[in-house]
């Protein structure tokens, strides 16, 4: 009910409920007293006098992992995942990424209730085995033994090395988007940080820094993205823009930074507008053929 929270205390003349399936159980009652599609189409909403527009077109909405990261690794692995909604054996993978990202995160969220005083690594721990409860439950594949306590180990390790910064947290998690032309762009920050008015957006990688620089580019590509969406939504442009390696046990390695750059920031905005094109124009060609890991990480 909270997630539709919004639906239903905005709507001021018609709110319109919509499912392509049948409804969880706790809007049954809802549901069921309503008047249905399409008896409903003359009667009540000719009645406030809408204007009907069937097929009215949906602008879709992208992202750079979810979109193109995937594409740019392999067209035709887009096509397979992103249009046919095939599931990669690649999941446990995924967990450890989640596992990683949403442990950090509730450290985070404590910190922005004033609790920092609270964390310690029997705390953190604790918050650890909640998420990993969580995730367990979920149709994501669990990891083994030695992959969680790798997971445990990065978590733990980030907070030792960042205690000191803690402070500068402002927000955690942040949902982003921004209308384009023809598709939605969106994202989620990891981590706004700042002090003295000056803005830090911060990205995490749970892996070991690269030192591959095709690579290190692609992935400085993201918070430039992100950039450019805060600054086009909400007139705010970062100071500088943060990778944070968290397999990498000393800080000095993990943190990686790079000034606020617009030209750097439009380039990467045309390219994700071309990677989008090529998706919207059903374009899944294959020019340059992947590792042969790429294949097997991801096979079906």
């Excluded at 809007?27 to 527009?53: C, D, M």
């Excluded at 950090?104 to 909640?130: A, M, N, Y």
Aim: aromatic share 12%; proline share 5%.
């Amino acid at each position: 009910m909270r997630l539709h929270y919004v639906a239903f205390s905005r709507a001021q003349r018609v709110l319109v409920l919509t499912t392509h399936e049948r409804p969880k159980e706790y809007f049954a009652p809802i549901w069921q007293g309503l008047p249905q599609w399409p008896y409903v189409r003359r009667q009540l909403l000719g009645a406030q006098r809408f204007e009907l527009r069937d097929r009215m077109p949906v602008k879709r909405s992208f992202s750079f992992p979810g979109d193109l990261r995937i594409y740019e690794t392999c067209p035709r692995q887009y096509q397979f995942f992103g249009r046919y909604d095939f599931t990669p054996s690649r999941s446990a993978v995924i967990f450890f990424g989640l596992l990683v990202h949403q442990t950090i995160d509730e450290i985070h969220r404590i910190v922005l209730d004033g609790s920092f005083d609270t964390l310690d690594e029997h705390r953190i721990r604790e918050l650890f085995q909640q998420t990993y409860w969580l995730f367990s439950i979920s149709d994501v594949r669990p990891i083994g033994p030695a992959a969680k306590k790798t997971t445990i180990a990065q978590a733990m390790n980030y907070f030792h090395q960042n205690q000191a910064d803690m402070w500068r947290v402002i927000e955690t998690e942040v949902d982003v988007s921004v209308e384009k032309d023809s598709y939605i762009l969106t994202g989620k920050v990891d981590l706004l940080l700042g002090d003295d008015g000056k803005l830090e957006l911060l990205d995490f990688k749970t892996s070991e820094r690269s030192a591959d620089p095709t690579l290190l580019a692609a992935y400085q590509d993201q918070p430039c993205i992100y950039a450019h969406i805060l600054e086009r939504r909400n007139g705010k442009r970062p100071e500088r823009l943060l990778l944070y390696w968290t397999a990498d046990t000393n800080k000095r390695d993990a943190l990686m930074e790079f000034p606020y750059r617009p030209d750097k920031v439009a380039d990467a905005v045309r390219r994700f507008d071309a990677v989008v094109r090529k998706i919207q124009e059903g374009d899944f060609e294959v020019v340059q053929v992947p590792e042969r890991k790429v294949c097997d990480e991801w096979a079906l």
